[in-house]
Antibody
Framework: QVHLVQSGAAVRRPGASLRISCKASGYTFTTYPIHWVRQAPGQRLEWMGWIIAASGKTQYSQRFRGSVTFSRDTSAGTAYMDLSSLTSEDTAVYYC?????????????WGQGTLVTVSS | QSALTQPASVSGSPGQSITISCTGTSSDIGAFDYVSWYQQHPGKAPELMIYGVSNRPSGVSFRFSGSKSANTASLTISGLQAEDEADYYCISYTTSFTYIFGTGTKVTVL
């Protein structure tokens, strides 16, 4: 079976950094792009950006450019998102999602989500 | 533009049909046939319901259908069932090579 398994919930102080991982299993990791999506408590989904797993090329939403960095380790079949200079507004569930080869926002596989809480 | 515009809530009785609109601009919905729809139940990850404006993934009920006219996409749920009660989001590709989600719609089955 195919899965995306994300790292567990995390609590950080304001100003801290955090890395979230998204491990793929059951398929060839480098075949599909990985997207990242944020959902603040009670709020809508927000597209953060994507990474092409094969090449490592990235694209960021203007809203998140400069505060997040995507990377991947092809040997580990894992994508990463680094969040820096966290504030309380970064408290949210973060999802990774696989996009099909058709593209166009067709995310057919999602991670379970990682809850990040930023609090002093 | 920060988000595509959806109605905050839509409701219907079991068996009825409802339609959720998703309004964008000529730089997103109007520019491509790249609109997808997601269903999200509380505490769960989103699930793909429609891709490419009107295509249903394998396993998704035929009761879900999608369409598009100019800058507005629509999701129709026919034969509404209790299990359809959830939040629904549209997403579109944009001319800036990015994606944008809608504001989300809460569907209530009366």
């Amino acid at each position: 079976q195919v899965h995306l398994v994300q790292s567990g919930a995390a609590v950080r102080r304001p100003g801290a950094s955090l890395r979230i991982s998204c491990k793929a299993s059951g398929y060839t990791f480098t075949t599909y792009p990985i997207h990242w999506v944020r959902q603040a408590p009670g709020q809508r989904l927000e597209w953060m950006g994507w990474i092409i797993a094969a090449s490592g090329k990235t694209q960021y939403s203007q809203r998140f450019r400069g505060s997040v960095t995507f990377s991947r380790d092809t040997s580990a079949g894992t994508a990463y998102m680094d969040l820096s200079s966290l504030t309380s507004e970064d408290t949210a569930v973060y999802y990774c999602a696989r996009e099909t080869l058709r593209g166009g926002g067709e995310f057919d596989l999602w991670g379970q989500g990682t809850l990040v809480t930023v609090s002093s | 533009q920060s988000a595509l515009t959806q109605p905050a809530s839509v409701s219907g009785s079991p068996g009825q049909s409802i339609t959720i609109s998703c309004t964008g601009t000529s730089s997103d919905i109007g520019a491509f046939d790249y609109v997808s729809w997601y269903q999200q139940h509380p505490g769960k990850a989103p699930e793909l319901m429609i891709y490419g404006v009107s295509n249903r993934p394998s396993g998704v009920s035929f009761r879900f259908s999608g369409s598009k006219s100019a800058n507005t996409a629509s999701l129709t749920i026919s034969g509404l069932q209790a299990e359809d009660e959830a939040d629904y989001y549209c997403i579109s590709y944009t001319t800036s090579f990015t994606y944008i989600f809608g504001t989300g719609t809460k569907v209530t089955v009366l």
